[in-house]
């Protein structure tokens, strides 16, 4: 089971936990990974994210796709928003489960490193400064 999502609303981390254990007992590790927007100082007051639609959904399901041929994974799980979010804000949520604890962390640091570095995503931050692109993570 994949599951992307691509969205502007909030997600609920325990209830999308759950619908990826729903009905799967043979799961011995779930690995999840929250991204947050956060406040450098006071340098941040918003993120606006943004996406080219249907191309980066395209990508995910690419990159997810490659997860399952690493690793014995049982579900995997990427929501990402979009939008102007402020600091405390959820950003995304990666998730890998597996039989098996090593291939679930394995799985889900792929995730989050692609996600991070080379994910079809621009961010603007907007701060007292004025507003900036930031590069992906290396």
């Known amino acids: 089971m ?3 999502r691509v ?6 981390i325990g209830k999308e936990i759950d619908a990826l254990r729903k009905g799967r007992t043979g799961i ?4 999840t990974f929250t991204g ?3 406040d450098a100082h006071g340098e941040v007051t918003a993120m606006t994210l943004e996406h080219y ?6 990508e995910l399901a690419r990159v997810e796709a490659e997860a399952h041929a690493r690793w014995p994974l049982q579900a995997t799980l990427i929501v990402h928003r ?8 959820n950003i995304v949520l990666t998730a890998a ?13 792929f995730l989050i490193d692609y996600l991070k ?7 603007r931050e907007s701060g007292p400064a004025g507003d900036k692109w930031v590069e992906a993570a290396p």
């Open 2 to 4: 994949t599951v992307i």
């Open 7 to 12: 969205q502007r609303d909030d997600f609920d």
């Open 28 to 31: 011995g590790a779930i690995v």
């Open 36 to 38: 947050t927007v956060r």
């Open 53 to 58: 639609p249907g191309m980066t959904e395209k």
């Open 82 to 89: 979009v939008g102007r979010l402020e600091p405390g804000d």
């Open 97 to 109: 489960a597996s039989a098996h604890r090593e291939a679930a962390f394995e799985a889900a640091r």
């Open 117 to 123: 570095t080379s994910a079809p995503f621009w961010k």
